[in-house]
């Protein structure tokens, strides 16, 4: 049996090939890094607002898109997405049972128009309306909105009074919170849109809260008094004036009545005359007949007497019954 004996010969690597592995894996790594950065997604419920050395450049739709590699940035605010912030409370935990923190009366306590003092709690919804405006011309968006939200609310309570903010006015208030922080939004070009402003609690403050009960339930039963005596006027004044409209008719129906019935007689009377003048004896003769029809059926017992009888008690038979 041959004992074949064979030898390895480990030569070192040389100073050139390392470097050349060395540069190898340099290239690698950058090709992997521009390949991973020269795209990127954008979600369904946002927009891709692309910036080339830090200038804005265009914006883009939701889906998969190609930018230059360490030359473009791409920023993506939630178009889509409804945001919501608080005033004069804070909700620690939303659901079924919601749990609220600590209220903060710096934000709620205000100054009605009627000199009085109440806690307004209110919410608004807002969207990214204008990405671009968004991402340049604002700094702390959060700020601006929370800034303008508590100055508009000032300035529609303040010119109203408690009452109204209570329950009387509450929807115009509404509205005219979202219309006019709208207006501000706008001036600023910050590209928010308001969705809606929601008045949520609002309470006097606890020092006066029992004395405000008390006029709340007095205005209450003057409110219930007012309206239990415009419904018994809503009974009898339209009974009434239907009674008498119903007199007035009755009034003129006879009066119609009376008028036609005299103004026929007249004629009647004229045509008779007429009749008359034209022949006595007939004329006289048919009125006595006519006279006769209308006298004689009223009468019970008639009796007839010719001119040739010289006595009527014969006739009449007074002894009989």
Sequence with gaps: MDND???????????????RYAWIGIVAVI????????????????KGVVQRFGKFNRITDPGLHFKLPLIETVSKPQVERIFKDEFGYRTLQAGVQSKYGRKNTDESLMLCGDLSVAQVEWVIQYQIGDPKLFLFNVRNPGKL????????????????????????????IEGEV??????????????????????????PPDEVKSAFNDVNVAQQDKERAVNQAREEYNKVIPRAKGEAQQKIKQAEAYAVDRINTAQGDASRFNQIYTEYK????????????????KVLPRIQKKYIVDESVKGLLPVMQIGEK
């Design 145 to 172: 909105i929370r800034d303008v939200s508590e100055s508009v609310m000032r300035t529609a309570v303040g010119d109203s009074s408690v009452d109204e903010v209570l329950s009387l006015r509450r929807n115009p």
């Design 278 to 293: 034209q022949s006595k004896d007939v004329t006289r003769r048919r009125m006595y007949l006519e006279s006769l029809g």
């Design 31 to 46: 090709v992997i890094i521009l390949g991973f950065s020269s795209y990127y997604a954008v979600p369904t419920d946002s």
């Design 5 to 19: 004996v064979r030898y390895i010969r480990i030569v070192p690597p040389q100073p050139g090939d390392l470097m």
């Design 178 to 203: 979202a219309q006019k922080m709208q207006e501000v939004l706008n001036k600023y070009e910050s590209g928010i849109r308001i969705i809606a402003v929601k008045l949520q609690d609002v309470n």
